[in-house]
Every structure is written in structure tokens, then in C-alpha cells.
């Protein structure tokens, strides 16, 4: 029990560094591509670190028609952020 929960800080301290680490060097640069890439990297970021942490579930799995939407929402998020960082590289 007590090891989940502390799965659980680190997971939420984490969700927290990333796109504040991103956004803050973003800062100085402005332009649209560095705020394109750096919001699809944290995208990407968080929704990997999400996935390494395991079996663990913001949503049980249990709970019917929304016991999968964290993984879903998770893989999404990883799916944007690649698409919005590639996009800011090769387009922006």
C-alpha cells in the first residue's frame, strides 16, 4: 500500500516537472516552432512516463467504460506530441 502511494507522488511530481522544465527554457527562445516542439516533447513525455510506471491506473480497470481511458488517454497524448513536435520541426 504504501509503496503505491508513493508510485503515485512520483508519478503526480513528475506530471508537474516535465512541462514546467519544457516550458520555462521555451521561454526564451518564443518563436512558434520552439513552443510547437517543446509542447509536443512534454506531451510525449508525460504520456511515456505514465506507461513506464506500470500496471499502475489513475482509473481502475475495473470500473466499466472508463477503466480504459488512462491508458487511451496516455497513448494519445504520446500520439500528439509526436505529431505536434514532428510538425514544429519539419513545417514551423
Do not use: D, E, H, Q
Given at each position: 500500500m504504501l509503496a503505491k502511494f508513493f508510485k503515485f507522488l512520483l508519478l503526480i511530481a513528475i506530471m508537474?516537472?516535465?512541462?514546467?522544465?519544457?516550458?520555462?527554457?521555451?521561454?526564451?527562445?518564443?518563436?512558434?516552432?520552439?513552443?510547437?516542439?517543446?509542447?509536443?516533447?512534454?506531451?510525449?513525455?508525460?504520456?511515456?512516463?505514465?506507461?513506464?510506471m506500470g500496471t499502475w491506473d489513475l482509473i481502475p480497470d475495473w470500473i466499466p467504460l472508463i477503466g480504459g481511458m488512462d491508458d487511451s488517454i496516455a497513448w494519445g497524448g504520446m500520439v500528439v506530441g509526436i505529431l505536434l513536435g514532428g510538425a514544429g520541426f519539419y513545417f514551423l
Open positions: 508537474i516537472a516535465i512541462p514546467f522544465i519544457w516550458w520555462t527554457s521555451v521561454k526564451s527562445f518564443g518563436s512558434i516552432k520552439a513552443i510547437s516542439i517543446s509542447t509536443g516533447v512534454s506531451l510525449f513525455s508525460l504520456g511515456l512516463v505514465y506507461k513506464l
